[in-house]
């Protein structure tokens, strides 16, 4: 009964109890996060400072939340020492400048980048971070994919759950071969399906016109269970890339506006449906239940599926066709 006093009392004088902020509640020891947008905010203290004005990236894995110092090899984990909190350096890789503008994520409590720009050209490596030997390994991938993780422009999707990287473009620059193209940079709309088990590109498609023709308007918000989350010009949409759908934030959705407000200066991530969004400088953090049925169906599809192939062009029925040619020709020679 004291403590319910007490706490009325606290509430009653100050109108708030402190509440959690974003490295907190980003460190409990509950499942990864896909995707946790960027921010401006330095979170790992990087003593050199050849390094100190390169992008912190938030990486959370089931069992660790790390910061990965962008266009380098440089890995920090937040490790609590005697109740003091603070981030430690893990790797000890000495070359960068290969992978500016990388897309870092966790899967199966592993800590990965893709992509990025570097050496001149945009490459599509896969590197996954070697816990024991504390250092980066190439993962071998059927194809390579260029692409570059800017926040602005792209179309990605992370399914940490299903194991899926999906793409809705690459693009291609290469500084060292010569082009007659006015632009070095070549965009390609092939929307292609990353699968992590296997290590397996796939092209399930091209993207659509009415996604292309706003492709320099896609701002990343976050990854979603459902979908990227992202803006298309005003407004909201999700880009339901497994059922190929696009779909819009139903306007009366309250937080609809804030989103928008605070999107540039906010880390965002989902956890499960709800939405989480704070400010580490100010140490705030707010949420937002989601749903599927928050968005609406806007009739666009956000790809062309590649036709099948149809049933007589199959290996299987050329294979026979061929048997049954052979056969006759064989039953006719002998036949002679």
Known sequence: M???ILLLFIVSNTGVIAQETVLQNLTRKDAEVSYISFSNTPIASEKDNQ????????????TGLYVFIDGTGRLYQQIDTDSVTQWTRIDSTTHFGYNIAAFPFSYQDKVYNFGGYGLWRINGQ??????????????????????LFDEKSHLLWYDHKKGNIYLGYAIQRNEAVKTEEIDETILDFTVRKLDLNKNEWTDIGMLSSPIKDKIQTVTTITMSPWGQLAT????????????NKLLALNISKPGYQTIFRKKSDHNFYFKDSTLFFGNILNKTLDSIPFSYIDFLDT????????PKAPFYRSTPFLVIGLLIVLGVSLWLLSSD
């Open 2 to 4: 004291f403590r319910l």
């Open 299 to 306: 009739g666009i599809q956000v790809f062309t599926p590649i």
């Open 51 to 62: 390094f100190r004005l390169h992008g912190h990236k938030l990486v959370k894995s089931k």
């Open 126 to 147: 896969l590197r996954v971070f070697n816990k024991k030997e504390n250092t980066w390994d190439i993962v071998k991938l059927n194809k390579e994919i260029p692409f």
């Open 232 to 243: 298309l010009g005003d407004k909201i949409n999700l880009i339901d890339f497994e059922n």
